[in-house]
């Protein structure tokens, strides 16, 4: 007698149970890559298909770092799309400070002919100055003495790390070379991981250095650089003055702030 094979029977709640299954998994996968620990746990990155990348937290991980990632791969790129020329002007502190737009790409002397004709014709909106002070500062490049500082920027009275946009984030702009490779390093979160609390100055460094921990080919190790935002105790304001910011060549990489 011929055996057949036995069919297999499927309740009717079978499939819509697999699918709330499914979905229920991926919403856990989502809440784990938005949750604190993911955030703060610095070797747990993302490649360029979207993988997770756990290195841990053993203090072997950033040497393997090292060797895995290579900032030349395609596609990598941690730091925001603002970090760059034009950063200065998204900065919550300064918000209600005047900015010269139309000075951004000029020349210093075709920038002070623009910005003294405005205040000539305001003095009313810069404390009845006919003229403003430039004070010219060359944006950091990375072949500057100090490229292997990382600039950590305080609250106004200096004594917490909030970061370029008061969130705590640090930034470093540029490879970390080592053995041959340029190596992504940063951002970090200086911030207490338990109460979201802001480090101080001292801790937030100590943090960054302990991450990387590494001499570069150069024969540097990654040190830091405390500055208190426009305002603070150790930065007053000036009611006379426009900081203008000039790459190497002179030229004004983004717009000029009165303060």
Request: aromatic share 10%.
């Amino acid at each position: 007698e011929e055996i057949k094979p036995r069919e297999r029977k499927f309740s009717r709640w079978t499939l819509p149970l697999m699918i709330a299954s499914c979905f229920v998994v991926f919403l856990l996968n989502q809440d784990s890559l938005a949750s604190p620990n993911y955030e703060h746990r610095r070797f747990l990155l993302i490649d360029e298909a979207n993988q997770v990348l756990d290195f841990g937290m053993e203090e072997e991980a950033w040497p393997r770092y090292l060797r895995t990632r290579n900032v030349h791969q395609e596609g990598w790129n941690p730091l925001p799309s603002w970090f760059g020329s034009r950063r200065m002007e998204m900065v919550p502190a300064y918000a209600d400070k005047h900015h010269f737009e139309e000075c951004t790409g000029r020349t210093i002397e075709e920038c002070r002919i623009l910005i003294n004709s405005f205040v000539t014709e305001n003095p009313e909106q810069f404390n009845n100055n006919t003229r403003l002070r430039f004070d010219v500062r060359k944006i950091r490049e990375e072949t500057d003495e100090g490229y292997f500082k990382v600039v950590l920027r305080t609250n106004m009275d200096g004594d917490e790390i909030h970061g370029l946009l008061e969130d705590g984030i640090v930034y470093y702009p540029w490879p970390w070379r080592v053995e041959g490779q340029d190596n992504i390093i940063g951002p970090w979160d200086c911030k207490n991981e338990t109460t979201l609390e802001f480090l101080n100055p001292s801790e937030c460094c100590s943090m960054i250095q302990r991450d990387v921990n590494v001499a570069n080919d150069y024969g540097d190790y990654l040190a830091c650089f405390v500055e208190q935002p426009v305002g603070g105790p150790d930065n007053p304001e000036m009611d006379d003055r426009a900081i203008v910011v000039v790459d190497a060549e002179g030229v004004v990489v983004r717009p000029p702030v009165a303060h």
